[in-house]
């Protein structure tokens, strides 16, 4: 049974360009989340969805975010005219159906933006 | 709204010796579920244990065990036998149930020497 894997695992890029993130969950998990971790924080919730459905998000996800998972199965998050106030890592975690309250992470996507 | 709080940003322990990491959170949930994770070095966050706030009895696993004081709202780690693999960032986190969003404290460095 294989982790969550994200892609890529660091990205730099400049002030104002697009980014993509991809997460792709434990197999067989419904539930898919995003967060956002600075240096020195804990995670901070970004969105959450069941199957293909986006169910929350948070007030820190602005217009710019937007995330998306087609089939209910991997998951993208694009971040439009990156701000440098967005470098982070941001952290995929996933949870299976039985045990809805656990949610398992991937390495995370480290953004930079110069 | 749920916080959780950890006072204590960094730590130290030798090898073999038993360490308590300290954790208060706060909810006007009655269902909920308090959790510690383990993020090493490479940043990959690892679930070390779980706890149900209906369930009196602390949870164990392994080396790792919990201290859950409901009325206090508290929820502290204890390390025992430290290994120097267990040097990490630990993150006191809590959920309201099957499919929420986890909300982290700050963390604590955890350094173990020999």
């Known amino acids: 049974d294989t982790g969550v894997s994200q892609d890529p695992r660091h990205k730099i890029t400049k002030r104002g360009q697009n980014v993509t993130f991809r997460c792709d969950p434990i197999s067989e998990h419904n539930r898919l989340y995003w967060y956002r971790q600075t240096l020195g924080q804990g995670p901070e919730f970004l969105t959450y969805?069941?199957?293909?459905?986006?169910?929350?998000k948070s007030r820190l996800l602005s217009d710019r975010f937007s995330a998306e998972r087609p089939k209910g199965s991997f998951s993208t998050l694009e971040i439009q005219r990156t701000e440098q106030g967005d470098s982070a890592m941001y952290l995929c975690?996933?949870?299976?159906?039985?045990?809805?309250?656990?949610?398992?992470f991937g390495p995370g996507t480290r953004l930079t933006v110069t | 709204a749920q916080t959780v709080t950890q006072s204590q940003p960094e730590m130290s322990v030798q090898e073999a010796e038993t360490v308590t990491l300290s954790c208060t959170y706060d909810t006007s949930e009655n269902n909920y579920y308090l959790f510690w994770y383990k993020q090493p070095p490479s940043r990959q966050m690892i679930l070390v244990i779980r706890?149900?706030?209906?369930?009196?009895q602390n949870a164990t696993e392994n080396r790792f065990s919990v201290n859950f004081q409901k009325a206090a709202k508290s929820f502290s780690l204890k390390i025992s036998d430290s290994q120097l693999g267990d040097t990490a960032m630990y993150f006191c986190a809590s959920n309201t149930g099957t499919a929420s969003k986890l909300t982290f404290g700050t963390g604590t460095r955890l350094q173990v020497t020999l």
């Open positions: 706890q149900e706030a209906y369930k009196q």
């Open positions: 969805f069941q199957n293909e459905a986006q169910l929350e």
């Open positions: 975690a996933s949870s299976p159906r039985d045990r809805g309250y656990e949610q398992y």
